[in-house]
Every structure is written in C-alpha cells, then in structure tokens.
C-alpha cells in the first residue's frame, strides 16, 4: 500500500531534524575554542621566554659587601651591587679593593685568583691587576673601580 494520493503528506520521506546544525555548529565551535586554547597554551610561555622581564636599573650608590670575618687576606668575594655582581678582594697586603666584577671582554663574572694574586676571567684567560687594569687575555679595558670603607664589621662599598 503506497501512499499515491498527492494531497496527503509522504509520511516515510525522512523529516529534516532541526536539532541536527545547532548540534553540529556547537561541536565546530567547541572544536575552535579548544584549538584556540591549545594554540594558546604554546604560543603563550614562547612569548614569555622571548619577552625580557622588566629589570629596574639600580640607583643603589652603597652596599655592604662583606663582614670582616668573611674576606680573609688574600682572598675575594662576588658581591651584589644593584643588578650587577661586583668583586671585593683583600689583597696580600691587607688592603681592601673592588671591582665591578662583569669581565670587560664578553661580560662573564671574574673571579679572585689567590694563588696568582690576580683577577681572572675563566671565560677566555682574561687577567687583571689588583688596580683592575686589564694585563692579560682579550679584555680590552679595566674593570670599573668602587671606593672601599670598613664601617665596625661592615665592608661597605660605594660607586665612584
Ligand atoms: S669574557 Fe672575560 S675574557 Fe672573555
């Protein structure tokens, strides 16, 4: 028994389901946001680590560098001065001295040699004197300089 009467609606062609798009589009649009938020999650931490983090720039004048007791003769210490390390040394002879420690050549952290009683470089056998002046190695000029005082306990170190 087929349905030939044109006035009476086909009931076995298959109703359009009008749930159907709104279901599809809601997949397509969760299917964007997850991709999006995936896109998201990379892209993110690789901007961060690009991005260089905001460094205040020291107007520190003074700080204390050591106690006495830390810097024995004829030894040195890395200091924080600001943002930058600085090198306080106590010389053979008793002296206090200190240098910005940021090798003048390609600006890696020096260090106090005791036994060569210099100011040394292990980047490239960099050298320098207990005046910071550059005496061995590529750096092509001396080491900044800072004024040295003993406040009781205190090695207190100032920019010239
Ligand atoms: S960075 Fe110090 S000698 Fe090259």
């Given amino acids: 028994m087929g349905n030939n009467d ?26 964007g946001a997850s991709a999006m938020a995936t896109l998201g999650a990379i892209v993110y931490p690789i901007f961060r680590f690009m991005s260089p983090p905001q ?24 200091f924080k001065f600001g943002n930058k390390p600085g ?37 490239h056998n960099g050298q320098y004197n207990l005046n910071g002046k550059n005496v061995g190695g590529p750096p092509p000029r001396p080491l900044d300089e800072f004024k040295v005082n003993t406040r009781g306990d205190d090695v207190v170190v100032t920019r010239s």
């Fill in 87 to 123: 090198i306080l040394v106590h010389t053979a002879s008793g002296e206090f001295k200190a240098f910005s420690a940021v090798c003048t050549h390609l600006e890696c952290i020096v260090q106090y040699r005791s036994e060569t009683k210099q100011i040394w470089c292990a980047c």
């Fill in 55 to 78: 460094v205040i720039e020291s107007t520190e004048n003074s700080v204390v560098a050591a106690k006495l007791s830390e810097v024995p003769v004829n030894s040195g210490k890395i």
């Fill in 6 to 31: 044109p006035r009476k609606p086909n009931q076995n062609l298959a109703q359009p389901n009008l749930s159907q798009p709104n279901r599809r589009s809601f997949l397509d649009y969760l299917l």
